[in-house]
């Protein structure tokens, strides 16, 4: 494409707000808005990407010829982790085990087998908290059960959930089972006989109980007593009460143990860039540019490798004093075109140093400069983009040149 043909004919100064150095370098090229919104220019990259690597079987050569790291997880979104990232995923350092915050397993410590003692309904006044109730009865936290009182969506039943209480219920995890749901009323809590704040199992009506997958391995447990200001001491699941769904419900945190390794998952921000569904790669366009930039730049502008430029080649052509060089560039960029390479062909009649300083602000991977000495003595300049050194190569050797050079 030319240069003249795109929008790229005044290049953005970069960002004050600018989020991340590779956001900035984006909107200086011309791949991004302010408003981070996709230019032609970025269109341009996704597109060649998408066609390159379109089935689930191509991906995993998209992110290695990228150069792009990645956290891949366990249902098939593909993460890139960034400061400024909108998702939290978690990841074992280990065997790189990987899945969202909300939808990670971990290796839950499952207390000391312990006889089970008789239940026993106590006072607990202002224990309105998992921490202050802990800390009245002088117990840890995992000696207590954490409920939760919610209305499905699609049938208006209540839900009782409980989740021991030194953990924290991922909603996520929760909604594969029962579906949508919102918080219980007070009226539809005390409809069921429970009390809010003080909620227990035990003799609950038309209620739907939904336990962790920890909680029967529990023993002893205090919950609510039903009652406002009482909870019970030693609650039993089967003894004391039964539940229709058992399943993993906790969420997972940094620190918690991998769930097919002894490794510490650890914590990052992650924004998703791509998804396998059907067997296909879904690309989210405007993370996966940001990725590419935070990974792919340096102090003059973008540095992106082959696979993932918008095309290969930015041809420069140095208007001549006395020698006409356009011509032979309009005939060079047709003749590298028909020979299969894609460019960017800069023809404007502007500053060579403007031209050199856009060349690296966009960082395609390879330069081609035609000017007047060169020219003359029937030679281009060529450069690759993270390189410092210049060659000189034969105008009639380029094509031959560039064939072993990009394959």
């Not at 990407?49 to 379109?54: A, C, F, M, N, R």
């Not at 020979?339 to 403007?354: K, N, P």
């Amino acid at each position: 494409m030319r240069f003249s043909e795109t929008n790229l004919e005044t290049l953005r100064d970069a960002p004050s707000n600018a989020r991340t150095e590779g956001f900035a370098w984006l909107v200086r090229a011309g791949y991004l808005t302010r408003e981070n919104e996709i230019t032609a220019l970025g269109q341009q990259t996704i597109s060649r990407l998408q066609k390159e690597y379109e089935t689930e079987e191509e991906s995993a050569s998209l992110f290695h010829n990228i150069k792009l790291p990645v956290i891949e997880t366990e249902n098939g979104e593909i993460h890139f982790a960034i400061p400024t990232g909108k998702a939290h995923t978690l990841q074992c350092p280990s065997c790189k085990y990987a899945a969202r915050k909300d939808l990670a397993h971990f290796k839950k410590e499952v207390s000391q087998l312990e006889d089970e003692e008789p239940i026993e309904k106590v006072l607990t006044p202002d224990c309105h908290t998992i921490e202050k109730l802990a800390e009245f009865l002088n117990i840890p936290t995992k000696k207590t059960a954490k409920a939760i009182m919610l209305t499905r969506l699609s049938d208006g039943r209540l839900v009782f959930v409980m989740v021991r209480g030194d953990m924290q219920l991922s909603e996520a995890k929760l909604k594969k089972h029962i579906g949508e749901f919102q918080p219980a009323t007070y009226e539809e809590i005390a409809a069921a006989g429970a009390s809010p704040g003080f909620a227990s199992p035990v003799g609950l009506k038309n209620t739907l109980i939904v336990v962790d997958d920890l909680i029967p391995r529990s023993q002893n447990l205090v919950t609510g007593a039903n009652e406002e200001g009482y909870h019970l001491l030693n609650l039993n699941y089967e003894r004391d009460y039964t539940a229709e769904i058992i399943a993993d419900l906790a969420e997972a945190d940094a620190g918690d143990i991998c769930p097919n390794c002894d490794g510490k998952l650890e914590l990052f921000k992650t924004n998703l860039i791509a998804e396998k569904k059907d067997k296909k790669i879904e690309l989210y366009p405007a993370n996966l540019l940001q990725a590419l930039a935070e990974s792919h730049h340096d102090e003059n502008g973008l540095t992106l490798p082959l696979a993932a430029a918008p095309y290969d080649i930015y041809l420069m052509v140095i208007p001549g004093r006395k020698t006409d060089t356009t011509s032979p560039a309009d005939k060079l960029y047709e003749k590298l075109q028909k020979a299969g390479f894609s460019l960017l062909y800069d023809d404007r009649d502007t500053r060579a140093g403007v031209k050199f300083k856009d060349a690296d602000l966009i960082g395609l991977p390879l330069r081609i400069v035609l000017g007047e000495r060169g020219l003359e003595e029937g030679n281009l300049e060529v450069k690759l983009r993270t390189v410092k050194e210049k060659e000189l190569v034969a105008l009639d050797a380029i094509v031959n040149y560039l064939k072993k050079l990009l394959g």
